[in-house]
Structures are given as C-alpha cells and as structure tokens.
Nanobody, 120 residues
C-alpha cells in the first residue's frame, strides 16, 4: 500500500501564492509518476499537473499553465505544487496521486486532500 499526505493548503487572496507538498510512503515501487488533481464544489475532479520520476517530463492543465509549477524531491519522496497568481476559480480541494505504472494514466493511490481557498 501507498500512503500520501498533502499539506500547504489554506486561504489566500487573489494574486497570492501557495506551495503544496505531498509525501509518499509505503510500497511505491522503485519509480513512479506523481500528480496533482483538484475538485471544486459541485464539479468533477480534474487534472492539474503531473511529473515523471526523473522530473524530465511535466504536464499541466491549460488553466494553470504559466502559473503553477510541479516539482519533486525523490530523496524525500515528496512532490510539490507551487501555485502563483492564484484566482478565485482555483478554489478547490487539491489531491496528490501516484501512478506506479509510470504511464500518467493509472492513478492508483490518492491522498486525503488539502483545501485551497482563494478570495477575491
């Protein structure tokens, strides 16, 4: 099993920044993709960003490109999401996920989520 614990959420004004962290533990496998998703009230969960094991490949949703940056520290089993120029529409619960198949398509493990609220 894999456990994921997110942190760093909170309340911020529009235009501000937050940095989310997610620590993975357990049987993650030797290499794995990590990603961030979010779910706003009344909406479906949506993809935000993902990063390969080496960090050489990153993907972003169009809505966050140029504002959010995903990174990871494999020595700490941690993935980060630096969120800048936040907008009220970024308000959501943010979830960390792991894809042990490295395909960017099989998100088998999820964290409990951390709330991000952006006020206008």
């Amino acid at each position: 099993q894999v456990q994921l614990v997110e942190s760093g959420g909170g309340l911020v004004q529009a235009g501000g920044s937050l940095r989310l962290s997610c620590v993975a533990s357990g049987r993650t496998g030797s290499t794995y993709v990590m990603g961030w998703f979010r779910q706003a009230p009344g909406k479906e969960r949506e993809f935000v960003a993902a990063i390969s094991w080496s960090g050489g490949r990153t993907y972003y949703a169009d809505s966050v490109k140029g504002r959010f940056t995903i990174s990871r520290d494999n020595a700490k089993n941690t993935v980060y999401l630096q969120m800048n120029s936040l907008k009220p529409e970024d308000t959501a619960v943010y979830y960390c996920a792991v894809d042990p198949t490295n395909s960017f398509a099989h998100w088998n493990y999820w964290g409990q989520g951390t709330q991000v609220t952006v006020s206008s």
